[in-house]
């Protein structure tokens, strides 16, 4: 494929044969050649260099080189007889709290052959990465490492029987996480990440050999794990700039990760404006009586009829319901409000539809789905306290936003294109976020889902050997703002905990198509 700088390029090389006119070593024949391909320096590691002499003699001096884009230059990681070299591979990783995605791409044809998602084992040491934290200042940085590197040592075993490749093909891996991800895969001290004046231990990490952190791929192989600009704002989001392509736009652009974090960038091509607040796990499910993770099972698409208030919902896979998703919440709450289920200051109105409601645990509960139909044997619903929560939650999602926008002095109105990014962002039904007040009121075809764009940019680094220089340019330019120490934020957040807002002008076409006004 023409038009590619992949970070990893295999060269095909008739190298000269020596004579009495020509006494070049191996290295200079073979550092010769590929200085007629690259303009950057060439390196050949001691490795490659040993066994050099006897792959040219097996080859009749026609060899593949594997040369792998370093911090200064090309790395000759690997040489063979030409024809017997096999494929050349990369993996990215997006690093993830609560799943950890992980993507094969053949570096020759520029595909993604393999997907693997597998479930991050440090939860066992806290849902919320604040409990990790602590249990790394207590002597657990050690294993949130080993848990770490072993993750990514099964998914390489896994991904690779499945291509049917040696883990040795594996050239290049790049990772995509949260500052405090990034910080226990590399045995970092994170505590200052939650402190004040929330200083992580690196910003910018060089470029790592395999045996540092114990991973399995090719042993001169190189592993980038993408920089971070604060506390809160690391790696996978700075992939969610790169995927969107939005720091080389005109127009401005806002680019938003929703999960525990709120992670929020705006701007173009000239300026770019960053925060990331804590939004609160109701928008992942994560503290709801009936939350759940997208999975089977869960429900994942809410319509509540406003004649007779009876319920009709999508479940993933299309098995009995087992519990609620983050897509689902919102669109809950939306019908509910739209249904007068619930009032504007998140109140339950139960008198509505009594069949609907039931006391639990001595609290009023709104019921998506009864016992005998539930894949559980037990109901599914939605709490006083869990609503409450929720609107929590989506206060604050909206007030990130009003704050960062209020801070370079424009309005939602003229923002071009809304990223929502995760695979939050691909469920997510704007009408009904903006419904409840968690995104703005602009017009539906500026929302666009992004699906894992950490993923997407971890791809990219390893498809595009400038985008490194790209991330390092992404990040001189971005102004943050520790949303953590602003007092207009907790200023604002009073306004945004009702449905949707106490200022209706912020919200006209919600009010005006639930005759709110």
Not at 173 to 202: K, Q, W
Request: glycine share 10%; aromatic share 8%.
């Amino acid at each position: 494929m023409t038009g590619r700088e992949p970070a990893v390029e295999k060269r095909t090389l008739p190298l000269p044969e020596p004579g009495l006119g020509d006494n070049r070593s191996p290295e200079k024949r073979l550092r010769d050649s590929l200085g007629n391909f690259y303009s950057e320096p060439v390196f050949i590691p001691l490795e490659t260099a040993r066994k050099l002499p006897k792959v040219l003699k097996q080859g009749d001096f026609d060899v593949d080189a594997v040369a792998v884009f370093g911090e200064c230059g090309w790395n000759v990681a690997e040489v063979s007889p030409s024809g017997t070299l096999s494929g050349i591979y990369g993996m990215a990783i997006d690093l993830g709290s609560t799943s950890v995605v992980f993507y094969l791409a053949d570096l020759e044809t520029g595909e993604t052959v393999r997907t693997l998602s597998l479930e991050n084992p440090q939860r066992e040491h806290g849902e919320d990465i604040l409990d990790r934290i602590l249990f790394a200042g207590r002597g657990g940085l050690s294993t949130l490492q080993k848990e770490a590197v072993d993750l990514i040592n099964k998914a390489v075993t896994e991904l690779t029987e499945k291509e049917g490749i040696s883990a040795d093909s594996i050239y290049y891996c790049t990772v995509a996480g949260n500052t405090t991800m990034c910080h226990f895969l590399l045995a970092l001290d994170p505590s200052h990440i939650c402190r004040e004046p929330y200083i992580p231990a690196v910003n910018k990490f060089d470029l790592l050999r395999p045996a540092e952190l114990g991973i399995r791929m090719h042993p001169q192989g190189l592993i980038y794990v993408l920089p971070n600009v604060g506390s809160y704002f690391g790696g996978d989001l700075l992939a969610g700039i790169l995927a969107s392509g939005m720091f080389q736009e005109e127009k401005i652009s806002m680019l938003v990760d929703v999960g525990t974090n709120a992670e929020v960038v705006l701007g173009n091509k000239d300026w770019l404006v960053a925060c990331a607040g804590a939004a609160g796990p109701a928008l992942e499910g994560g503290i709801l009586s009936c939350g759940m993770r997208a999975q089977e099972g869960a429900v994942e698409r809410i319509k509540i009829s406003p004649d007779n208030f009876s319920v009709r919902y999508e479940t993933i896979g299309g098995t009995p319901p087992r519990g609620l998703c983050g897509s689902a919440i919102i669109d809950l709450l939306a019908e509910m409000f739209r249904a007068g289920l619930v009032d504007p200051t998140g109140k339950l109105m139960p008198d509505k539809a009594p069949e609907r409601f039931r006391k639990i645990d001595e609290e009023w509960a709104f019921v998506v789905a009864d016992e005998d139909e539930t894949g559980t044997g037990r109901p599914v619903y939605i709490t006083q306290s869990d609503i409450k929560n929720l609107i929590r939650s989506k206060g604050a999602m909206y007030t990130i936003l009003n704050v960062v926008i209020q801070s370079v002095g424009i309005t939602f109105q003229d923002i071009d294109n809304f990223y929502v990014a995760g695979a939050f962002g691909n469920y997510i039904d704007p009408e009904n976020a903006i419904t409840i007040g968690m995104l703005p009121d602009v017009a539906l075809e500026t929302f666009k889902g992004l699906g894992n764009s950490a993923g997407m940019g971890a791809v990219k680094v390893l498809l595009d050997r400038n985008a490194r220089k790209e991330l390092d340019e992404i990040c001189e330019r971005i102004t943050y703002l520790e949303m953590n120490v602003r007092g207009d934020f907790m200023n604002q957040l009073t306004g945004a905990l009702f449905l949707p807002h106490t200022d209706l002008s912020r919200f006209p076409t919600v009010a005006k198509r639930l005759n709110l006004q």
